[in-house]
């Protein structure tokens, strides 16, 4: 089966400081990665992915993501928080081995960046 | 372009009622889905389909029914509404190859009393 957990419910930084959203994961092979973010009243929205390739994923508006097998996480980066990146953030993973289309997610974190 | 549109925005239902939340694309997606959005809960995978014709069930199917008619549209019913049903659904699509990169809705929030 395949799970991912997010181990926080919600994140405080300040405005120019790192962010950091935690992820963690459980497929039986290699996943297949995703973040999305939910913006208050609107629907999620695809922000990265890891397929194989680059343990560091690159994705919109600045964010990044880090992809480590041995501690089956996939944390989500931003160098520089803007108060703009409040939102609610999900983590979902895929097992390509024992499907081609379901995603499971995350129960999400919200992050609030303070002026 | 459209993208998923999602009908209504709010419902507010009694209980025992019926209702079916709509759901369209433009996109030609093979793939679209229902999520419900709890508290606390995530997103939970409701049903789904991989193309006209064919639908299968997510991780919470019961007391929802679907059916898949035409590429674009993938409507959700309730046919007997309860208070548990009280939430937030999005529909989403995606190309079923090679990685599905999910569109969603903005969500329907259904009240059930």
């Known amino acids: 089966a395949q799970s991912v957990a997010q181990p926080e419910d919600q994140v405080n930084v300040a405005e120019g400081n790192p962010l950091t959203v935690k992820c963690t994961y459980s497929?039986?092979?290699?996943?297949?990665l995703f973040w999305y973010v939910q913006y208050p009243n609107r629907g999620l929205q695809f922000l990265l992915k890891?397929?194989?390739?680059?343990?560091l994923v690159k994705g919109s508006y600045g964010f990044e993501a880090e992809f480590n097998k041995s501690q089956t996480s996939f944390h989500l980066k931003k160098p520089s928080a803007l108060v703009s990146d409040s939102a609610l953030y999900f983590c979902a993973v895929r097992d390509p081995y024992i499907n081609d289309y379901k995603l499971s997610f995350g129960a999400g974190t919200t992050v609030t960046v303070r002026a | 372009n459209a993208g998923v549109t999602q009908t209504p925005k709010f419902q507010v239902l009694k209980t025992g009622q019926s209702m079916t939340l709509q759901c369209a694309q433009d996109?030609?997606?093979?793939?679209m889905s229902w999520y419900r959005q709890d508290p606390g809960m995530g997103l939970r995978l409701i049903h789904y389909?991989?193309?006209?014709?064919?639908?299968d069930q997510g991780e919470v199917p019961n007391g929802y029914n679907v059916s898949r008619s035409t590429t674009e549209d993938f409507p959700l019913r309730l046919l007997s509404a309860a208070p548990s049903q009280t939430s937030v659904y999005f529909c989403?699509?995606?190309?079923?190859?090679?990685?599905?990169?999910?569109?969603f809705g903005a969500g329907s929030r259904l009240t059930v009393l």
């Open positions: 989403a699509s995606s190309y079923s190859k090679p990685v599905n990169v999910l569109t």
């Open positions: 389909s991989v193309g006209a014709g064919i639908t």
């Open positions: 890891y397929i194989t390739g680059d343990n």
């Open positions: 497929v039986s092979g290699n996943p297949y």
């Open positions: 996109m030609n997606h093979e793939y």
